[in-house]
């Protein structure tokens, strides 16, 4: 694959008026209307660090346009004490047997390590997100005694597939207390009980390699195709091929895309989202900061 950086479609600077900064986790929808019109949504945090999740909209033939934000979220934190009370952030929205769901990380903040992570699911309902309930669909067992987090959820009808960050580890090391965690994959037969057996699909490799974030998941021709960022001091954007979506090939020196020598994406590529209009691919992904400075756009060439 090559990709070619279209540029910075979304600055988090538009925002400030809000209360609110960075713009994590794009996800891209293409809705009924206007040819060329993209809505994104996004998690971006308010004064508190607590994300929620809002969209904007952006024309693909003018993407240096000015997008339109949504005025209110769709998404805000859940109530105290609850696994999302510190926070919400997008995993994937998938549409299964007429409803429009949507999987994210919950964020809860603890004593010890600084966070716990689990996964909620929600519907979409007039013009927001309405959760299924107060608790996680999937969170800390015996078997996985940490987080898990940024699900991407396939639905093969009438099997719904799972990929998602879970964490193996916190140590305490030189530069802080650091958290560990690879790609597990889990299946439900309706969207809400999950079956898991601490299955690892993605796994460290590359000396350094600690973390793993955002799987995005594409059947293609019977071949199934994952991106998602892995970090050493950075994160990077890798890429991976499977036949049944469980064993994976991992091909990072594929995925195309590479940091700038300078700007907004010149340390990080976080967090990619793949998505077809118009016969053509196109990729969305945060630069540095963990979204800090915003999303950037690049189209498929090869």
């Known amino acids: 694959m ?17 209360g609110l900064s960075a713009a994590l986790m794009p996800i891209a929808e293409i809705p009924a209307g206007p040819e060329g019109m993209i809505r994104v949504y996004f998690s971006p945090r308010d004064s508190e660090n607590r994300s929620q999740i809002r969209y904007f909209d952006f024309d693909l ?58 996964i909620g ?7 927001s997100f309405r959760r299924y309930g107060d608790g996680p669909v999937m969170t800390r067992t015996l078997y996985e005694p940490y987080c898990c987090a940024s699900p991407f959820v396939l639905y093969e009808n009438p099997k719904f597939r ?29 969207g809400i009980n999950w079956q898991r057996n601490v ?12 973390a793993f974030g955002r799987p995005f998941v594409l059947k293609e021709d019977g071949l199934y195709k994952i991106w998602y960022c892995y970090r050493g001091d950075f994160y990077r954007i890798g890429y991976a091929e499977s036949r049944d979506g469980i ?6 020196g594929e995925a195309g895309i590479e940091v700038s020598e300078s700007g907004w994406d010149s340390e990080m590529l976080a967090y990619p989202y793949v998505f077809d209009f118009s016969g053509e691919r196109y990729l969305l992904y945060n630069g540095n900061g963990y979204g800090k400075t915003g999303i950037g756009l690049a189209k498929l060439e090869e």
């Open 199 to 210: 299955t690892v699909v993605i796994d460290y490799t590359h000396p350094g390699e600690y």
């Open 61 to 118: 033939r003018n993407p240096g346009a000015a997008p339109k934000v949504s005025v209110k979220p769709l998404l805000l934190p859940g109530k105290l004490g609850t696994f999302d009370d510190a926070g919400v952030t997008l995993g994937s929205i998938v549409s299964a047997d007429g409803k429009k769901l949507l999987y994210y990380t919950g964020w809860n903040l603890t004593k010890g390590a600084p966070f716990n992570n689990s």
């Open 162 to 190: 799972m990929w998602y960050a879970s964490m193996d580890d916190w140590r305490e090391e030189d530069r802080g207390i650091r958290h560990y965690y690879n790609l597990k994959y889990a299946e439900s037969s309706d």
């Open 2 to 18: 090559k990709w070619r950086k279209l540029g910075r479609i979304f600055d988090p600077e538009i925002l400030r008026e809000q």
């Open 247 to 252: 064993e994976w090939q991992r091909k990072d």
């Open 121 to 127: 699911i929600a519907e979409y309902s007039g013009d």
